[in-house]
Nanobody, 123 residues
């Protein structure tokens, strides 16, 4: 597994969870990092991304409730989820790309995915 995600669980509405994701040593560098989620019967959707310099963007449905952050020394990305709602229930996947290294090496960027962590929010 190239990206190891953790932190999911079962919580009640309005509670909080913090997801973590760390890249394995086989991944030399990462640029943009982010979180996606997929609920049963629905397509995978973008939740939040953060660029190498630290610029964050969020899906409208989580703005003001979720915060993405990263620790480049640990090659890790985090998702602080507050005021959770039942509609946030999904499997959450972390993602990263190595655009800068790919450009240097003259190859397409690699997309890395975590194994997914289940978040369940009860009403």
């Amino acid at each position: 597994v190239q990206l190891q995600a953790s932190g999911g669980g079962l919580v009640r509405a309005r509670e909080s969870l913090r997801l973590s994701c760390t890249a394995s040593k086989t991944i030399i560098s990462v640029d943009v990092m982010g979180w996606y989620r997929q609920a049963p019967g629905r397509q995978r959707e973008l939740v939040a991304t953060i660029s190498g310099p630290g610029t964050a963007s969020y899906a409208d449905s989580v703005k003001g409730r979720f915060t993405i952050s990263r620790d480049d020394a640990k090659k890790s990305v985090y998702l602080q989820m507050n005021s959770l709602k039942p509609e946030d229930t999904a499997v959450y996947y972390c993602h990263s790309r190595d655009d800068t290294l790919a450009s240097i090496l003259g190859r397409p960027a690699f997309d890395y995915w975590g194994q997914g962590t289940q978040v369940t929010v009860s009403s």
